[in-house]
């Protein structure tokens, strides 16, 4: 079964004499919603446990392996996928597990809030870290039903105060809510109306984007856009759940309106800019903060068939990315033709227009990296434990080759570190890193595509003193022709 969808990484531990590679080891197939970008993100999951392993002054005679296991955006598989990885059982045991070597140290994922939550509450009972790069659900904050849970995106809560700020930074105070109609989209806009009433913020409507429809109830969501004097919308969704409304907006020609967006969506290349120009230019919305991996990119392009012999993900993102097929199965021969072309492992990624080796925007990527850096620190921690000076118990320090998954999580609590670009990085009491958001805006480049323009920062973090909200209205392009921030009769500028 291969899905391509959603995954789990698990990172392992095994103890070397002499530093090996990282072992690789995979269970079904990844299916990546955005293609080629997505594989990027496996790959700098492998980019950082490499440097790590390469590393001699970071876990020395130690290697970190990874396994990945496809949930297929399944809340069963999930279960399912995270029973395999701790009890290493095809019919997995509940209360069971197995202790084996390589050793398990944690789990990285699972990317949607609801998926973590399952993930979540079973980690913490066996007190085993997990890290996701992209679940942004405020209840994951809490300690008592997930001891275990920590996060590299900031919570939800954190952006639903920033986007009423930017609002009120703008002056509208008639605006529209727009939200999927899904945890995600619930919680963001029950925080984001309680501000922006407080702020003095009228709403004009508030309408849900429907996901048991398939066209998402899109028609009837943009004839309420349509008669609403609000120019301002706040959208909060996925791009894949926004998709039809923006559909529906391009078939009844809707211009005019400033869309504002939140993380789900406002830095997605799902929408080419032939067909969305005319909807989405000049857009705001609140982006994950990018971060740097250096050599990241000469690694991309690097990156060949031959060198994971066994790995069925980098088959299937060669055959996508370059149009050809592998002669490796009875059915692909039985289907051979003139126009099929056999792909041979050596084919170049110059000149090839995919967003793989796009390195500009690695806002998710960049979360993976830093939550495998999270967990190689806390292991480092460990082993550099003194007996007598320890956490535990008479003072004990844990065995790298034999350690308890508590042990771990202690020392994940704890783990604190300087990015590429000298932020700190952290995890509070609450498993939540320090919360800080890109502020994007969708211009046409001069080669007529989409890009997200950085124009401004918000960082609930700053010291008394210091702007949350930092914009560069001037490198704002704003929809229409006269490129000027739209009010309707009811707003008013008010000072922020």
Partial sequence: MRCWTAYVISIEVQHLVRRQGAQYKEKNALNLDSGSQNYQRIQGMVFAIKEINDNPHLLANVTLGYRIYDSCTVLQRTLEGTFWMLTEREDPVPNYRYHRSPQLAAIIGDSASTRSIIMAHLLGRYKLPQVSYFSTSPLLSDKTQFPSFFRTIPSDDSQSRGLAKLVMHFGWTWVGLLAVDSDYGRQVIYILQQELIQGGVC????ESILTS???RNAFHVVQVIKKSLAVAIVI??????VAPVVDEMVRQNMTGKVWIGSEGWSTSTFFPMEKYAGALLGSLGFAIHSGEMMGFQDYLTRVQPSQYPGDTLIRKFWEEAFGCKWLYEESILNSWDNNTVPC?????????KVNYNEITDLRITYNIYSAVYAIAL?????????PGNSPFLHGACADILDFQSWQLLHYVKNVRFRTEVGTEAFFDTNGNPPARYDIVNWQLSPQGTLQH?????????ATPGQHLLIINASLIQWPGKDNQVKFTKQ??????
């Fill in 203 to 206: 709403i004009a409507f508030s």
């Fill in 213 to 215: 429809r398939a066209d």
């Fill in 236 to 241: 909060i969704s996925s791009d894949y759940d």
């Fill in 344 to 352: 041979t492992g050596a084919e170049k990624f110059v000149n090839l």
């Fill in 378 to 386: 806390a292991l480092q921690d460990l082993i550099n434990c003194h």
């Fill in 453 to 461: 323009v950085k124009v401004g920062t918000y960082d609930p973090s």
């Fill in 491 to 496: 707003s008013k500028h008010i000072t922020f």
